[in-house]
C-alpha cells in the first residue's frame, strides 16, 4: 500500500510538471469518456434497467394476428375466451384508447383517456395513491360510469384534493365517480397506451358493435405469467386456446393466431439496434482517443528514458518501473474519467432534449448508480489500455543505449508503435465516417420520397364538440359540424377546411371490411377483405393536395340523403379491380357504427380514385404500400357514428403561409368560444412536421453517428500530425546533414508526405475491410442503401485520406523550412 501511496503522489507530481501534456491528454480521455457515459445512460435507461413495475419480466404484450394484418387489435368476446380458458397467466388484462374532455370543471379540457379492464392495473402491480381500483362489477356493461385519476391531472384540474375520491365529474358528456388516483410513477408508452389522464372500465362500453367478435375497436391485451411459466411455454398455451375458438367459431375465427412477447421488447421495439450501433461507434471514438494519448505518452517516454535508465541502472526492478508508469496513466484516465462524467451529464441531458418523440422509456434516462459505475470502471480500463503500451516500452529500455546521448535506436521503435497506433485510428476513423456516410444517404433518400400528398401550411388540430351535441339528433349534430367548418372558413387566411374522423395521416389507422363488386360474399367474414378508412369532409383530399387519377373527390352533395359514396386510392383500385376502371363500381362494406344485433350492410358507390398516401410514416410506408386505402363521406356516417365523431371530431386547416399558426388558433378559439359553446380546440400541429417526426429516429441517429465520426476523425487528424511531429523531430539531424549536401525543400516533403501517406492509405485499406463486416449490422437501420454501398466507401475514404494528407503537410512543411546551420548546431 505504502508503494503504490508512493507510485501516486509521483504520478500526480508528473502530471503537475508538464501541464500542457496533462490539460490536452485529460480533455481527448474526456470526450472519449463522456460520449461513451452519455451513451450508456441511455442504453441503461432504455434497454438494460428493468420496467417500473413488480416481477416485469412476467409481464407480457398481446396481439390478435389475422390473415395479412400481423399484430393486429384483439375483439373484446376472443379476449373473454383467452382470459377464461387459458393456463399460462395469473391475469390477463385489454385496455383501448380512448379521449373526451372534462367539464364542469374550471375551463373545458380535453384529456387522454384509456378504457381498461378490471384487472389491467393488477397485472402492472400498480396500486392507486388514493382511492382503488375498478371492480369486476364497474367493468360491465351498463354499468354507472367510474374514473381513476393520473396525479398529474388530480394536481393540474383539482388541486391536489385529498377528498377527491367519490366526487362526480363529466367526461366526454358521461356522468363518472372518481374511485382512484394512480402514482405519478406510474407510466407506461405501448401500442395505443400513452400515459392516460384517466382509466375508464373498458366492460362497461353500451355500444354493441363492441361486443361483436369480429369487431377488434383497437384493443390490445397484456398479461403477467404464472411462476415458473415460460414464454414458449404461454406462447402454446394459447395456440391451444385460439384452435378451441377456431372451432367453435370458425365464422369469425378461423384464421385467428395471437403474438405473445414480452413487455419490454414490445415498449423498446426496434430502438434496441439503434442504441446498440451507436454504443459500438462511440466505443470506437473511445478507442481512438485512447490512441491519442498512448501516442503522447510514447512521444513523452522519449524525454524521460534517460530518467527511468538511471532508475534501473540504480537497482529499481522493471516491474517497478511498469506499476509507475501505469499508474501514472489510470491517474490520468481517473481525472479524465471525472472531466467527462461531468460532459455526460450535459451530454444526457442534450441527448434527452433531443430524442424524438415516441423514443421509448426516455424519462428513465439519467446517471444512476449503474451508469457511474460504468464510468469509474471505463476509466480505470481505459488507462490501463492507453498506458500498456508505453509501460511496457519504458520497462524494457535498454540502459545502455538510453544513456547514451544518441539513443535514437530506442526513440526510433516507439515512432514505429506510434505508426501503427494512427494506422488504427484511421481504420477505426473510417468505419464511422462509412456508417455515418451510409445514413446519410438513407436519410436522403427517405426525404425523397413521395408522401402521396403536401403537408405545406396544413395545420391540424383536434376538435372536441360541447358535451350537449353528441346527444342531439343526426340533423342536428351534422348542423353543428357544418357551422364549424363555416366559421373556421371564415377566418382570414384559411384556404380550406376539412373536418376527418377516424384514422389520420401517419398518426393512426383505422380497417373496414367489404365486398367488392363482381366478387361474392366468403362464407367466413374472417376471410373478408380489408382496407384502411378514412371518414373525411368534402375539402379533406383537396386540403392535403392527394392528387385525383380518375373520377371526383368526395363533393358537398354528397349528404346524407343521397347515394352513399367512396373514393378509393390507386393501391385499392389496382388491387380489387385489377385492369378495370373503379370508377362506377359498388362495395358492399361492413357498418360497425349501426346497431350489430346482426351484421349490417353499407353500399358504396366509388366515385373517384385518387393517389396512394403515405400512412405509416416515411421509413416504413414502403413495406405496407399495399395497404388500400378507402374515403368515406364523413357527413354520411350513421348515427351511431355521428355521435361519437361529435365527441373526438379531428380538424384540417390548410392556410397561407404568411398566417402565423398562433395568431390563427388564438383568432379561431375566440370565434368558436363566442359562437359555438365550449368547443375544444388541442393538439395542434404542422402536417409537416408530422412528415417530419416519421423520420425523426434516423435523423437522430444520423446526427449522434455524424457527431461520433467527426469526433473520430478529428482525433484521428490530430494522432497523424502529431506523430509525424515528432518524426520530423526525431529527424531534424538527418534532414539537416540532406539539406547540407544539396537536398532541396520538395525532397523533404515528398518524403514526409510519403511517410504520412502510406500511414494513411494502410488505415483507410484496413478500415474498408472492417466497415465491409461491420456495416452489415447497419441493415435495419438503413433505407434503399445497402449497407456495402460502394459510392459511400469510395467517398468517405477519399475525404479520409484528403484531411489526413492535409494534416501531414503542417509538419512537412515546417521540415521543409529547416535551416540545416541551425540544424547540426543544436545536435
Known amino acids: 500500500m505504502n508503494g503504490l501511496i508512493q507510485d501516486l503522489r509521483y504520478a500526480l507530481r508528473q502530471l503537475a510538471k508538464n501541464p500542457g501534456f496533462t490539460a490536452i491528454a485529460v480533455l481527448t480521455l474526456a470526450l472519449g469518456i463522456g460520449a461513451n457515459t452519455a451513451i450508456f445512460s441511455v442504453v441503461n435507461g432504455v434497454l438494460l434497467n428493468p420496467l417500473p413495475f413488480a416481477n416485469s419480466d412476467r409481464i407480457v404484450t398481446m396481439y390478435q394476428d389475422k390473415p395479412n394484418f400481423p399484430r393486429g387489435s384483439i375483439s373484446y368476446p376472443n379476449f373473454l375466451d383467452w382470459q377464461r380458458e387459458n393456463h399460462s397467466f395469473e391475469?390477463?388484462?385489454?385496455?383501448?384508447?380512448?379521449?373526451?374532455?372534462?367539464?364542469?370543471?374550471?375551463?373545458?379540457?380535453?384529456?387522454?383517456?384509456?378504457?381498461?379492464?378490471?384487472?389491467?392495473?393488477?397485472?402492472?402491480?400498480?396500486?392507486?395513491?388514493?382511492?382503488?381500483?375498478?371492480?369486476?362489477?364497474?367493468?360491465?356493461?351498463?354499468?354507472?360510469?367510474?374514473?381513476?385519476?393520473?396525479?398529474?391531472?388530480?394536481?393540474?384540474?383539482?388541486?391536489?384534493?385529498?377528498?377527491?375520491?367519490?366526487?362526480?365529474?363529466?367526461?366526454?358528456?358521461?356522468?363518472?365517480?372518481?374511485?382512484?388516483?394512480?402514482?405519478?410513477?406510474?407510466?407506461?408508452?405501448?401500442?395505443?397506451?400513452?400515459?392516460?389522464?384517466?382509466?375508464?372500465?373498458?366492460?362497461?362500453?353500451?355500444?354493441?358493435?363492441?361486443?361483436?367478435?369480429?369487431?377488434?375497436?383497437?384493443?390490445?391485451?397484456?398479461?403477467?405469467?404464472?411462476?415458473?411459466?415460460?414464454?414458449?411455454?404461454?406462447?402454446?398455451?394459447?395456440?391451444?386456446?385460439?384452435?378451441?375458438?377456431?372451432?367453435?367459431?370458425?365464422?369469425?375465427?378461423?384464421?385467428?393466431?395471437?403474438?405473445?412477447?414480452?413487455?419490454?421488447?414490445?415498449?423498446?421495439?426496434?430502438?434496441?439496434?439503434?442504441?446498440?450501433?451507436?454504443?459500438?461507434?462511440?466505443?470506437?471514438?473511445?478507442?481512438?482517443?485512447?490512441?491519442?494519448?498512448?501516442?503522447?505518452?510514447?512521444?513523452?517516454?522519449?524525454?524521460?528514458?534517460?530518467?527511468?535508465?538511471?532508475?534501473?541502472?540504480?537497482?529499481?526492478?522493471?516491474?517497478?518501473?511498469?506499476?509507475?508508469?501505469?499508474?501514472?496513466?489510470?491517474?490520468?484516465?481517473?481525472?479524465?474519467?471525472?472531466?467527462g462524467l461531468l460532459l455526460a451529464k450535459w451530454g444526457t441531458q442534450a441527448a434527452i432534449a433531443a430524442i424524438p418523440r415516441g423514443v421509448p422509456r426516455a424519462e428513465d434516462i439519467g446517471l444512476d448508480f449503474r451508469v457511474l459505475g460504468f464510468a469509474f470502471l471505463i476509466s480505470v480500463l481505459t488507462g490501463i489500455v492507453f498506458g500498456l503500451v508505453p509501460a511496457l516500452k519504458m520497462s524494457r529500455t535498454n540502459v545502455g543505449e538510453a544513456l547514451k546521448d544518441s539513443g535514437r535506436s530506442v526513440a526510433a521503435s516507439r515512432s514505429r508503435a506510434q505508426a501503427m497506433f494512427v494506422i488504427g485510428e484511421m481504420a477505426m476513423a473510417l468505419v464511422l465516417l462509412v456508417g455515418a456516410g451510409l445514413m446519410l444517404r438513407s436519410l436522403m433518400q427517405l426525404w425523397g420520397l413521395d408522401a402521396g400528398f403536401d403537408p405545406h401550411n396544413v395545420l391540424s388540430f383536434h376538435l372536441t364538440m360541447p358535451p350537449s351535441v353528441p346527444g342531439q339528433s343526426p340533423e342536428a349534430i351534422r348542423a353543428a359540424f357544418r357551422r364549424v367548418e363555416s366559421e373556421i372558413q371564415s377566418v382570414p387566411g384559411v384556404e380550406s377546411v376539412s373536418l376527418s374522423d377516424r384514422a389520420t395521416l401517419m398518426q393512426s389507422d383505422d380497417e373496414e371490411d367489404f365486398v367488392p363488386e363482381g366478387e361474392s360474399q366468403p362464407s367466413r367474414n374472417a376471410d373478408l377483405p380489408s382496407s384502411l378508412v378514412y371518414s373525411v369532409g368534402p375539402e379533406y383530399l383537396r386540403t392535403l393536395r392527394i392528387p385525383l387519377l380518375r373520377g371526383r373527390f368526395i363533393a358537398d352533395s354528397d349528404t346524407e340523403n343521397s347515394q352513399r359514396v367512396a373514393v378509393v386510392d390507386s393501391s385499392f383500385a389496382r388491387k380489387y379491380f385489377p385492369g378495370q376502371d373503379p370508377v362506377g363500381k359498388h362495395l358492399r362494406v361492413l357498418d360497425f357504427d349501426t346497431d350489430p344485433a346482426q351484421l349490417a350492410w353499407m353500399d358504396l358507390t366509388i366515385v373517384g380514385v385518387v393517389g396512394h398516401a403515405n400512412q405509416f410514416g416515411l421509413a416504413n410506408d414502403a413495406t405496407q404500400s399495399l395497404h388500400a386505402q378507402l374515403y368515406r363521406s364523413f357527413m354520411q356516417s350513421s348515427e351511431v357514428g355521428l355521435r361519437g365523431a361529435a365527441q373526438s371530431t379531428g380538424g384540417y386547416i390548410r392556410f397561407q403561409s404568411s398566417l402565423n399558426p398562433e395568431a390563427f388558433l388564438q383568432t379561431l378559439r375566440k370565434k368558436l368560444q363566442t359562437d359555438s359553446g365550449d368547443i375544444i380546440i388541442s393538439d395542434t400541429e404542422l402536417e409537416e412536421n408530422v412528415v417530419a417526426r416519421s423520420i425523426a429516429s434516423q435523423r437522430f441517429s444520423l446526427a449522434l453517428l455524424g457527431?461520433?465520426?467527426?469526433?473520430?476523425?478529428?482525433?484521428?487528424?490530430?494522432?497523424?500530425?502529431?506523430?509525424?511531429?515528432?518524426?520530423?523531430?526525431?529527424?531534424?539531424?538527418?534532414?539537416?546533414?540532406?539539406?547540407?549536401?544539396?537536398?532541396?525543400?520538395?525532397?523533404?516533403?515528398r518524403q514526409i508526405l510519403g511517410d504520412g501517406a502510406r500511414m494513411t492509405l494502410i488505415g483507410a485499406v484496413l478500415g474498408l475491410i472492417a466497415a465491409f463486416a461491420l456495416t452489415r449490422w447497419m441493415a435495419t437501420l438503413l433505407f434503399e442503401v445497402k449497407p456495402t454501398d460502394p459510392a459511400t466507401f469510395a467517398v468517405v475514404a477519399a475525404i479520409l485520406c484528403a484531411i489526413a494528407m492535409f494534416a501531414c503537410y503542417l509538419p512537412a512543411r515546417r521540415a521543409m523550412r529547416l535551416d540545416p546551420v541551425i540544424a547540426l548546431r543544436n545536435e
Request: proline fraction near 4%.
Open 91 to 339: 391475469t390477463l388484462a385489454v385496455y383501448r384508447w380512448s379521449d373526451g374532455s372534462i367539464t364542469g370543471v374550471g375551463q373545458p379540457e380535453r384529456v387522454k383517456a384509456e378504457r381498461v379492464s378490471a384487472t389491467f392495473l393488477p397485472t402492472l402491480g400498480v396500486n392507486p395513491i388514493l382511492g382503488r381500483n375498478f371492480t369486476p362489477e364497474e367493468d360491465r356493461r351498463g354499468a354507472d360510469g367510474t374514473a381513476i385519476l393520473s396525479e398529474g391531472l388530480w394536481k393540474r384540474k383539482f388541486g391536489s384534493d385529498p377528498n377527491i375520491i367519490g366526487k362526480r365529474i363529466v367526461v366526454g358528456g358521461q356522468g363518472r365517480t372518481i374511485v382512484g388516483v394512480t402514482p405519478a410513477s406510474f407510466r407506461l408508452v405501448i401500442q395505443n397506451f400513452n400515459s392516460p389522464d384517466i382509466l375508464e372500465p373498458i366492460g362497461e362500453d353500451v355500444d354493441a358493435g363492441f361486443y361483436r367478435r369480429d369487431s377488434f375497436w383497437g384493443t390490445d391485451a397484456i398479461g403477467r405469467l404464472r411462476p415458473g411459466v415460460t414464454l414458449a411455454q404461454a406462447r402454446d398455451d394459447m395456440r391451444r386456446v385460439n384452435a378451441g375458438l377456431a372451432e367453435a367459431y370458425p365464422d369469425m375465427d378461423a384464421h385467428i393466431k395471437s403474438t405473445v412477447i414480452t413487455l419490454k421488447d414490445a415498449i423498446v421495439g426496434d430502438t434496441r439496434p439503434v442504441l446498440l450501433v451507436l454504443l459500438g461507434a462511440v466505443s470506437f471514438v473511445l478507442l481512438i482517443a485512447c490512441v491519442n494519448v498512448a501516442n503522447l505518452l510514447l512521444a513523452r517516454s522519449t524525454a524521460r528514458q534517460r530518467e527511468f535508465s538511471v532508475r534501473v541502472a540504480l537497482g529499481a526492478a522493471q516491474g517497478r518501473i511498469l506499476r509507475q508508469v501505469l499508474t501514472e496513466s489510470v491517474l490520468l484516465a481517473v481525472i479524465g474519467g471525472g472531466l
Open 707 to 749: 457527431a461520433f465520426a467527426a469526433l473520430a476523425l478529428l482525433l484521428a487528424s490530430v494522432g497523424i500530425y502529431g506523430v509525424l511531429s515528432y518524426l520530423v523531430g526525431l529527424r531534424t539531424r538527418e534532414i539537416g546533414v540532406r539539406m547540407a549536401l544539396g537536398a532541396r525543400p520538395l525532397d523533404v516533403l
